[in-house]
């Protein structure tokens, strides 16, 4: 039988096999399988060659017992409602596992940003928030960015909500450019928080910290985790390279600036000089320290689990491991940090930026990293203990240790 592949099938999957094992009465497990609102809307935009296009919006908000909706807007030609709900579920889960007070939610649009202008871009996201905007505020619902969505994109919305109540109202949006009330280190946090964790695991583990490592997806993620992973564990050799071009290897080591220069000047990874060109696949087999999946949902299945040669597969993405793949590596003992612990650094900095909005008073680049390390070091070690606990791979663990936070802030407030 063929796995199932779409993303909020693996993300009920998933929640059904924690919620087992922790006992949940049948409304809690009813409750919490599903978002409890969304929305779905269709965007016209007048586009820069005088002809209108209308595009399809999404606003899923999944779970806000522990606080108001967090979680970023995804614009992406292959965005479903499915993506955007199994993203929300993640976000909920993402805010209990590293224990800060917020719910879940998630957004998108349906289109494809590299075919925008700028200024059909910035018509498209003002239009996004004129549909949702009596559901934002920093006491309902706070977007953020995610895949191919900017800082820019983040000041526009901004602007256009402010616009329509007709007043300052910084924290409606995180991942805002500086300039605006973003935080100092909000764009490398997803990296540098999923690094943390990698070197905790490396200690726990006994693992060469200062290994080989390969990135699949060279976006904001990935190109922080090429800079920051040598800088955070005093070492360590980047020895492959993915996007949607293509994959690049070299063994004896890829200059993480060289690599994220060649990749501004021309769009892409492909023909960087000093790396050979390898498949996709042949990169996510690599016998590496650390596996960073940095793209995509559905990149570690059934079909290829079996050949991935890592220590520690960290993942910075949403979502890129089936339930089955969780499974083969579990029994292969390849150390998963997964995805909503793995990549929470994101949050937890938007939460952070949150904080500061609200008391209108700005935190150094230390003070922010150390804050996140302390919430990413105490969230990796509980989930790590709840593996050993309960003799389960990792991503149950923080199945475990999230979803059980989410029921008892449910039971607390009688929902069920
Ligand atoms: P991004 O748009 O900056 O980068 C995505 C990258 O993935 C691009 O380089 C693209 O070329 C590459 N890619 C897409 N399909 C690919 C494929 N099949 N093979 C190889 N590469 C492919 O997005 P991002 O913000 O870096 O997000 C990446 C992942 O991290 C997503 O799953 C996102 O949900 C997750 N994430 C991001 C943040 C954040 O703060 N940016 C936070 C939490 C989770």
Redo the contacts with the bound molecule.
Sequence with gaps: MSEQLNPFKVAQAQFDEAAEILGLDQAMRDLLRWPRREYQFTIPVKMDNGTSKVFHGYRVQYNDARGPNKGGIRWHPDETIDTVRALSAWMTWKCSVVDIPLGGGKGGITCDPKMLSDGEKERLARGWVRMVARELGKHRDVPA????TTPQIMAWMLDEFETIVGRSHPAVITGKPLALGGSKGRTD??ARGGIYTVREASKLLGLNPKGTFAI???????QHAAVLHPAILGGGTLVAV???SGAIYNPAGIDAAEIIAFKKQTGKIKNFPGAKAIT?DELLALNVDVLYP???ENVITEANAAKINANIVCE???GPTTPAADKIMYAKGIHVIPDFLA?AG?VTVSYFEQVQNTYNYYWSLEEVCSRLDRKMTEAYHNVYRMHLDKKVHMRLAAYLVAVQRVAEAVKLRGWV
């Design positions: 960015p995610d895949v191919y946090a997803t699949q997806g060279f976006g904001n993620a990935g993915s996007d949607t996709n940095a793209a995509l910075l993405a949403n990549n994101g």
